[in-house]
């Protein structure tokens, strides 16, 4: 009876020891879009992304995914306009995906490859530089993405017969917990 | 006979209104035909399948079945319909989109997947996401990780219809708002040669022309905002809520206008002054016009 519970107890473990090493969790989020037009400047702000690493053997894999929805620029007028021309109902999420080295984690200046999901596109972006703090035992990860409308085959939506500009920056600011 | 020539004319000018904003309306109860031929895998044509057409807006619905030859038809007004198309030992198939316009035939072929062969493609679009851990490659996150349910990743074409058919409308709405305002401009500046004492009849008719053209074209512009698919859920903020609110000025505004203006022309063509009701024609005109020009304002430029 004894050798069976042990039995069972180690098939029952194996998939937690094969388990990832190490776990980051986002605490909190902010991302914003630019937007330029010629009468208009303005950002789309979100706080509802979600996000996880994992680290396993000296190689971390992160994900972060957010709705389209929960961009807000001000205007509901306006944001209802982005989510028509990004197909943010058919494609609800913007998810980002990224692999680093463990030791990278750990650097004030991070160069990341993304692969980016958006509005049924996939894109990645090589090389993009982010900055890292660490405060309170939390990783403060920021920088840029160079985004463009084209990237994702979205036609630029107009104001008064003008188009707005074809790069949308997308500021990211997370704060990392690890596990 | 003055009056009477003016009358006519003023309901003449009314009815071109009325059938400007009409119009729309009148095209969408026209029919048109929707068909096409359903198909199995290898081809061959799915007698007896279930073809639905909801209409997306409307909530027109109609269902039928093909006949041996695959084929189906459907007469209906004219509009954007979700198809689908069902039948036993294949998988749903469904087109969020077929838009019927009047008097015209779209074709929309439907071609099935047998159900094996769905549930082998599917059971590997999973295998594929997940990266093996047992390989020694890091584990990836998948958006379940996340606390994200698959319900919430999917999309939702019915939605983005309706954004899409709502954006396609406010856009007419916004050209329409624009080129509005060209006519207005003109109804105001010849408001100066048909009021005054000097003035003459042709002045006074080009500035009724301009007006009534001004008055039709907002409402249609008015039509294409009104009918614009609402969204559920959706909080009105920012700008557009002054947008929104300057059209209970300018609208009945638009209404009193050429209202107030009929009264006037008539007196003005008795050789009478102006006087009583009448002479609010010009303020109301004012208001109305600087109403109109902030509300286009207030979406297109950033305070």
Redesign the interface.
Known sequence: MLRRLLISFCLLSLPAL???DSQWVLEQATLTYHVSHP????DGVSHAA????????G?????I?V?VKSFD??????D??M???T???????V?V?T?LPESAVTSAAINLDLEVQFAGQTCEYKQISFQRVVQNGETRITGTIPAKLTDFKIDPPT???MPIKNDIPVRIDLTWHPM | MGFAHRLRNCLAGLAAAFLMVTAPSLMAQARGELTGTVTGPDGAPVGFALVTAAGTESGYRLAAATGTDGTYKFSLPSGDYRVTFESLGYQAVEFPVASVRPLSRLIENCEFESTEQTQNDTSAEPAQQT?P??S????????E????APS??????R??A???K??HM?KVH??LG?ITIAPLGATLITSAFAGGRETSRASRDAHAALGATTVGLYFTTAYFAIRAPK?PG???????RL?KALAWIHGPGMVLTPILGEIAFAQKSRGERVHGIASLHGPVAIVTAGAFGTAVMS????F
């Open positions: 094969a388990a990832a009468l208009h400047q303005f979600k996000g996880k690493g994992f680290c396993h053997d190689e971390c894999n992160f994900l995914a709705p620029s001000g205007d509901s007028n306006r209802l306009h989510l028509q021309v197909r943010g109902a058919q494609y609800p999420l998810s995906r692999r104001l008064l017969t | 990266a851990t047992s020694g490659k890091p584990q990836e996150p998948s958006l990780d996340l606390g994200i919430q990743t999917k999309g939702n074409a939605e983005q309706l954004l899409d709502r954006s406010l916004q050209r624009l969204i959706t909080k009105t903020r920012g700008p557009i947008h979406v297109s430029f950033k």
